[in-house]
């Protein structure tokens, strides 16, 4: 759907895995940054997603990293990396 594909993993005691799509669908289904930016954000497997050309990746990273905390899925000490693919 959209043009840009996105790999996403989180760190795991020094082990870099693919975030579960039952993390991304919650992000993606209710975004509470009030970023209308992230709207274009469709998550497809796990690790995977694909969003807009205006998506910025550092800002998304950080948005997600701070709802996947907030919803208990992502370690305090854990970091996300996003890779355009």
Do not use: Q
């Amino acid at each position: 759907m959209f043009a840009r594909k996105i790999r996403i993993e989180y760190e795991d005691h020094s082990r870099k895995l693919p975030c579960p799509l039952k993390w991304l669908d919650s992000f993606s289904m209710r975004n509470f940054t009030n970023a209308s930016v992230f709207d274009d954000t469709l998550p497809v497997s796990d690790g995977r997603i694909e969003i807009g050309a205006n998506v910025p990746l550092g800002p998304l990273r950080d948005a997600m990293e701070d709802w996947f905390r907030r919803k208990g899925y992502l370690p305090r000490d854990s970091k996300l990396s996003l890779e355009e693919i």
